[in-house]
């Protein structure tokens, strides 16, 4: 099911952040308007983090997370957050508010958990096709042709070569 689905898609980031060095991880790319790689991955990072972490509260706000430099700087650390949240996205399905701040105004929405984690991972796949962009002069590091693609994408392509 997702679980299964947003599993896959974190370790397809993990393979890929175990390939690089600090100065790739950390190496401003012109084609991602100077952001890194790492700040791409912290981002992917605190989203899941913000929802499991407010999953008891059943209140989520995007725009409250941490902004740790410690992810977009640190390969192994960004790993072991990766790892945490892996085993802790599997949770029953409750109903829940997504709030944010729009114009200086908070405001809220119903959603559910599982509504926010299929967020999660689409949002996820996006942020890996920017890094994929960011590798394409990097030829020593692998990554699969599916990296950063959704999995409709795929099941499209599929159906098309048959």
């Not at 996006?126 to 890094?131: G, K, R, S, T, V």
């Amino acid at each position: 099911m997702i679980y299964r689905s947003v599993i896959n898609t974190l370790s397809e980031l993990t393979d890929l952040l175990n390939q690089l060095n600090t100065q790739e991880y950390t190496n401003h790319v012109n084609h991602l308007s100077n952001a890194t790689i790492g700040q791409h991955t912290r981002h992917i990072i605190e989203l899941f983090q913000c929802l499991i972490n407010n999953y008891e509260t059943g209140t989520v706000n995007y725009d409250s997370r941490l902004r740790n430099r410690k992810i977009e700087t640190d390969i192994k650390y960004a790993v072991a957050c990766i790892e945490s949240i892996m085993q802790s996205i599997n949770k029953v399905d409750i109903e829940m508010l997504l709030e944010q701040n729009l114009e200086g105004q908070t405001k809220q929405i119903k959603t559910s958990y599982l509504r926010e984690l299929f967020y999660n991972l689409e949002h996820c796949i996006h942020h890996q096709a920017l890094i994929k962009v960011a590798l394409f002069d990097n030829s020593k590091i692998l990554v699969s042709k599916n990296f950063g693609v959704a999995p409709s994408t795929i099941q499209y392509r599929n159906a098309c070569v048959q």
